[in-house]
């Protein structure tokens, strides 16, 4: 089976940084584009970031430009998000994706091929 799995979420102070990564198991994602969602609680998923296959095109969410860096291991079958500077309003659940897609296709519909569980991120004040 196809699976994507989070990890690295946890509580933080704001003004700090986490890692959350995000391992795909069961198949390769060669070619896919992966990135993040959230969703904090009462509010719709959220467009993170995402990065394509080579790396060579990334987007951001402009809530999120400046502090946030999305990268990839493909060797590993491995997409890294590091957060810095977060804020209380950067608490949500935390969506590992990949799609075959440009993300600019599917970053504002969320309709997107694979989903991971989800990680928690708290960011407290």
């Known amino acids: 089976q196809v699976q994507l799995v989070e990890s690295g979420g946890g509580l933080v102070q704001a003004g700090g940084s986490l890692r959350l990564s995000c391992a795909a198991s069961g198949r390769t994602f060669s070619g896919h584009v992966m990135g993040w969602f959230r969703q904090a609680p009462g509010k719709e998923r959220e467009f993170v970031a995402a990065i394509s296959w080579t790396g060579g095109n990334i987007d951001y969410a402009d809530s999120v430009k400046g502090r946030f860096t999305i990268r990839r291991d493909n060797a590993k079958n491995r997409v890294d998000l590091q957060m810095n500077s977060l804020k209380p309003e950067d608490t949500a659940v935390y969506y590992c994706?990949?799609?075959?897609?440009?993300?600019?296709?599917?970053?504002?519909?969320?309709?997107?091929?694979?989903w991971g569980q989800g990680t928690h991120v708290t960011v407290s004040s």
């Open positions: 994706v990949a799609d075959l897609r440009p993300s600019a296709i599917w970053s504002l519909s969320a309709q997107v091929e694979k």
